[in-house]
């Protein structure tokens, strides 16, 4: 079985700042994909990004970015330039890569991540 | 992007009543389909997966006579949940993996919150 720790339950930063969210991991599996998922007030989950483990160059996407360590077992989101719409709870995710199946998601238990106006 | 639609939004019922939750993939066939629980301020927990024209799996710990779980079509999934008591009064959430588009992306439905009085 897999774990997923998030360890920030609240961040809190000012409008066009940098923040980071951090997320490990624990698996004895090596093909996997790691998500960073958002849940706004609305509650309709909302997939940042995701990184396939086999990928060492860490994913991108405007102005989401990840640092992902592999070795570490390590999977940040890194957030450039907030904005007011990037308040939301975000849960860092875990699916097994299982031949041409699927899997469900193991996720952590999020950060609720507040950007000051 | 894919979109997911879940039925009913919001759903009120006695104890002892059954309440069924739809869970459609509106523009792509969902080969497989998940069901998460949410419980208030926590993370979501995988219930089952449900694949089409056969038997869902469910995780350990879920009453599959409990919550029963159908997937007679590649866009639709119900989920019912059996002589429903007040702990089972949980915001439910669908996702639906995207086949074409590989298996690493699952597309969440909005969520559908049941409270049992």
């Known amino acids: 079985a897999q774990t997923v720790t998030q360890s920030q339950p609240e961040m809190s930063v000012q409008e066009a700042e940098t923040v980071t969210l951090s997320c490990t991991y624990d698996?004895?599996?090596?093909?996997?994909?790691l998500f960073w998922y958002k849940q706004p007030p609305s509650r309709q989950m909302i997939l940042v990004i995701r990184q396939e483990a086999y990928k060492q160059q860490n994913a991108t996407e405007n102005r989401f970015s990840v640092n992902f360590q592999k070795a570490a077992k390590s999977f940040s989101l890194k957030i450039s330039d907030s904005q007011l719409g990037d308040t939301a709870m975000y849960f860092c995710?875990?699916?097994?890569?299982?031949?041409?199946?699927?899997?469900?998601?193991?996720f952590g238990k999020g950060t609720h991540l507040i950007i000051q106006p | 992007g894919a979109v997911v639609s879940q039925h009913p939004s919001r759903v009120i019922c006695k104890s002892g009543t059954s309440v069924k939750i739809e869970c459609r993939s509106l523009d792509f066939q969902a080969t497989t389909m998940f069901w998460y629980r949410q419980f208030p301020k926590k993370s979501l927990m995988l219930m089952a997966t449900?694949?089409?024209?056969?038997?869902?799996?469910?995780e350990q710990g879920v009453e599959k006579d409990k919550f029963l779980i159908n997937h007679a079509s590649l866009t639709l999934s119900t989920l019912t949940v059996t002589s429903a008591h007040p702990e089972d009064s949980s915001f439910y959430i669908c996702s639906a993996r995207d086949g074409a588009g590989g298996p690493d992306t699952q597309y969440f439905g909005p969520g559908t919150r049941l409270t049992v009085l």
């Open positions: 698996t004895s599996e090596n093909n996997y994909y």
């Open positions: 995710a875990f699916m097994k890569r299982s031949g041409g199946g699927a899997d469900g998601l193991t």
């Open positions: 449900s694949n089409e024209g056969s038997k869902a799996t469910y």
